[in-house]
């Protein structure tokens, strides 16, 4: 069964075309290195939480928009390769493709699928 890497960061809403760029540049990357897809997603209708919410969980700024990406791979170890062949591959250096967020509000994880229908 597949992989999936999902991600939701905070970008700031000037830098849309920027993170195009950046996401259109590392998704060619992902897919050298093993994964089947990469879907990049640009908040339209993402409400604030009062308890929990994508807004809450990367201290999303007035100036900001959510993000919302996924990778799927083939299995947990052909993204455990993939991955480490990104990580060493120089296009993915933040000289050569800077990340036009902050990556450190960004959250991340990687999940079995349980149901694809």
């Known amino acids: 069964m597949s992989y ?20 259109t540049t590392a998704a060619e990357i992902f897919k050298e290195c093993g994964a089947l897809s990469v879907t990049e997603c640009w908040g339209d209708d993402v409400p604030d939480g009062k308890l929990t919410s994508f807004p809450l969980a990367v201290k999303l700024k ?7 990406s996924w990778i799927v791979w083939p299995s947990r170890e052909k993204r455990d390769a993939g991955m480490q062949k990104l990580m060493s591959d120089p296009r993915m250096d933040p000289a050569a493709n800077p990340m036009p967020f902050d990556g450190q509000r960004m959250i991340f994880g990687g999940f079995q699928v349980l149901l694809e229908v």
């Open 4 to 23: 999936v890497d999902g991600f939701v960061a905070a970008v700031p809403t000037a830098n849309r075309e920027k993170f195009k760029q950046h996401a």
């Open 62 to 68: 007035p100036d900001e928009t959510v993000v919302f």
